[in-house]
């Protein structure tokens, strides 16, 4: 199968399995299911668990990746809802949907992320209750990530960053936490699925290769922010530069940003090299995030 059509398949596989994970609209409190799904199931590029997938298969050990990717896909979701909330971003528009806030109101908005980011731990304690062992690394892995020193706390840097000049520090904290964080995390996940959990050699390459890859991500996010339009996005372009963002192009422009993108994408291929196995779907993956347009 070539590269885009088993990226289209994970994709349906995901879905699918998000559809069959999360509790059915009509679950009482109605309107919180409703807002939860209408969140979930509006189009997201599925980066995070195909990563989680195609770290566990470098591997191969027969273990279930999918309820890991599942979990790191509700943490990514909440953390979308609550950034687009009046009190962060306040953006209207996402996954080319409007907003959770905007869909629904903000109360319900609020809430589907609280239970979202609780959702994807009981999915962990409850998928893997045959597997005992696993559990604690995993939620350990995931709790880390999402935690007050890591997407949290990059959010509070960014938001507190936001009107001022751009520094190299700052920029560093944010991206690499706001958005490297997770990416490290799908990697470690989806390595201790794979069997390596245990290995520091293979885990220290792993959490190298997920924050060159965030790095990456995050400037062509930057990127894409500067130079898309909100229509080929579905979420608010140009957005960075009104909110007085900590952007890689607010520091150093878009051709400089461009260059950053290729060298942290070198850097994650050299990696997800030296850690071997079959690692050909994910050296695939990685270059076309470089290329990706939304
Ligand atoms: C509210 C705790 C909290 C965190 C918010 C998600 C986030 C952190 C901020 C959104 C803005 C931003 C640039 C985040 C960096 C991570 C990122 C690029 C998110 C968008 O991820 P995609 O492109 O989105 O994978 P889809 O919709 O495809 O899943």
């Known amino acids: 199968m070539n590269f885009t059509r088993q990226l289209n398949d994970l994709q349906e596989k995901i879905n699918r399995a998000l559809d069959f994970r999360l509790p059915a609209p009509a679950t009482r409190p109605r309107r919180l299911h409703e807002a939860i799904r209408h969140s979930v199931s509006a189009g997201g590029k599925r980066v995070r668990p195909i990563l989680v997938l195609s770290a566990s298969q470098l591997f191969p ?11 790191i896909e509700c943490i990514h979701t909440y953390s979308l809802i609550h950034d687009d909330l009046p009190a962060m971003d306040n953006s209207d528009l ?18 589907a992320g609280d239970a979202l980011l609780a959702m994807a731990f009981e999915i962990l304690s409850v998928d893997y209750s045959d597997q005992p062992d696993l559990i604690a690394p995993l939620v350990r892995i995931l709790a880390n990530a999402a935690g007050s020193e890591r997407l949290v706390g990059g959010q509070m840097e ?17 991206h690499e936490n706001k958005t490297g964080a997770l990416l490290v995390a799908c990697v470690e996940m989806g390595l201790c699925l794979g069997g390596k959990r245990g290995n520091e050699e293979v885990l220290i390459l792993g959490r190298r290769l997920g924050m060159s890859l965030g790095l990456a991500f995050q400037a062509m996010d930057d990127l894409l922010d500067a130079t898309r339009t909100t229509e080929e996005l579905g979420k608010d372009a140009e957005s960075d530069a009104a909110q007085g963002k900590a952007t890689s192009v607010a520091f150093c422009g878009i051709e400089e940003t461009r260059i950053k993108a290729k060298e942290y994408t070198q850097e994650a291929l050299s990696f997800a090299r030296e850690i071997g196995g079959e690692n050909e779907f994910l050296l695939e993956l990685i270059a076309y995030l470089l290329n990706r347009k939304k």
């Open 61 to 71: 050990s027969g273990n279930n990746a999918m309820s890991a990717a599942v979990s």
């Open 94 to 111: 996402r996954r080319g949907q409007p907003s959770c806030h905007k869909a629904f109101d903000e109360a319900t908005a609020i809430l």
């Open 158 to 174: 960014d938001l507190l960053a936001e009107g001022s000049t751009p520094n190299t520090d700052t920029l560093k904290y944010v």
